[in-house]
């Protein structure tokens, strides 16, 4: 056995070294290797710092100067879960910025410059739970199923698809305020939502309308139907909403139903207290049952009127029916007494 020679110790630990600080944390910021935390807040940066240790599970880097995110920017660090950009100059994001980072599970782009975010960009995220975009300049048209929060205060929305929303089956809170919401004709289907959302427990903030000037600063929650009458009778879309809602409603009960016997986790947190049901919503299933009453009813005279009448139809031919047998009879009756009172007096005489 031969003794490694010093050239060859000395040449492995450099590559020791070399590994190791490939690995190092990056001197913009500072890293505590037991929590797996790196906090690089505040520190003037222009780009993602590199050499992050690959099991980086938390990394902050609000308050910099970051413009924007190029493609697999977080490639070091694939199991990281919480991911913190806000209060950057971001302004644009590759649809790949995020690819690889399947364990993420809160992600904050608040207080950034951004006018749109690509489809593609959560699309491989299936953990995805809690995304803030509030204080940005985005029209939102964006889906992703699995969230539970979602921010979106202080943007450029003056609309919201119902349907965007309704494919957020597990949302809990939603942030809306500081957007020029305009309330017209095509915020109804928002208004109906945001009834059944608060309904099934949900959390959301204010929806303050800024169109037009005679909805300036009401809560769009608390705006009667009645103020929306010019899109009843010009347009079918209330009509269509109304129904569409109704029926949501019912196939939620119906769900609801036939889950008892498999609780969710969330069912098991419910508050025993029955939730306040919004007034607007217990008309409109009130006059639907009041509707369906008077129906009923109708249905139900008019059968009784139609039985009656062709009952009354029955009787009256058959009573024709006899009286005319009857004068008949009567008739042949009288006719065979004349006969028998001419034939008296005739055979009288012969006697």
């Not at 609309?159 to 809990?172: C, I, M, P």
Request: glycine share 6%; aromatic share 6%; with cysteine.
């Amino acid at each position: 056995y031969r003794a490694p020679t010093i050239p060859v110790i000395l040449g492995c630990a450099a590559l020791l070294s070399l590994l190791s600080l490939s690995h190092a944390c990056p001197k913009e910021c500072s890293c505590n290797s037991n929590t797996k935390v790196v906090d690089c807040r505040g520190r003037g940066l222009y780009d993602i710092p590199r050499r992050l240790h690959p099991d980086t599970q938390e990394l902050y880097l609000q308050d910099n100067r970051i413009r924007g995110l190029g493609s697999m920017a977080f490639r070091e660090i694939p199991l990281v879960r919480i991911l913190d950009l806000s209060n950057n100059s971001i302004t644009s994001i590759s649809p790949t910025a995020l690819l690889g980072l399947r364990t993420l599970q809160r992600l904050s782009l608040a207080y950034n410059s951004l006018r749109e975010l690509d489809k593609r960009m959560l699309g491989p995220i299936r953990s995805l739970s809690h995304l803030d975009l509030s204080h940005n300049r985005l029209s939102l048209d964006y889906k992703k199923s699995t969230l539970f929060h979602l921010g979106l205060a202080h943007n450029k929305l003056t609309r919201l698809d119902r349907s965007l929303l309704e494919a957020l089956t597990h949302l809990d809170s939603l942030t809306l305020r500081g957007n020029p919401w305009r309330c017209d004709c095509q915020l109804i289907g928002l208004k109906l939502w945001l009834e059944t959302y608060l309904f099934k427990g949900g959390v959301v903030d204010e929806v303050l309308c800024s169109q037009p000037e005679e909805m300036r600063d009401r809560d769009l929650q608390k705006v009667p139907y009645q103020l929306f009458h010019v899109c009843m009778t010009t347009s079918y879309h209330y009509l269509f909403a109304n129904l569409h809602h109704l029926e949501s409603e019912r196939l939620l009960r119906g769900h609801t139903h036939g889950n008892h016997a498999h609780p969710s986790s969330h069912a098991l947190h419910c508050e025993t207290k029955q939730k306040h049901r919004p007034v607007n919503l217990r008309h409109a299933i009130a006059t639907v049952i009041i509707t369906g009453v008077v129906c009923g009813i109708v249905c139900l005279m008019m059968l009784a009127a139609a039985v009656y009448g062709c009952a009354y139809a029955a009787i009256m031919a058959k009573y024709q029916r006899e009286l005319k047998k009857n004068e008949e009879l009567a008739a042949a009756q009288g006719a065979d007494h004349a006969t028998a009172d001419e034939k008296e007096p005739l055979e009288n005489a012969i006697a």
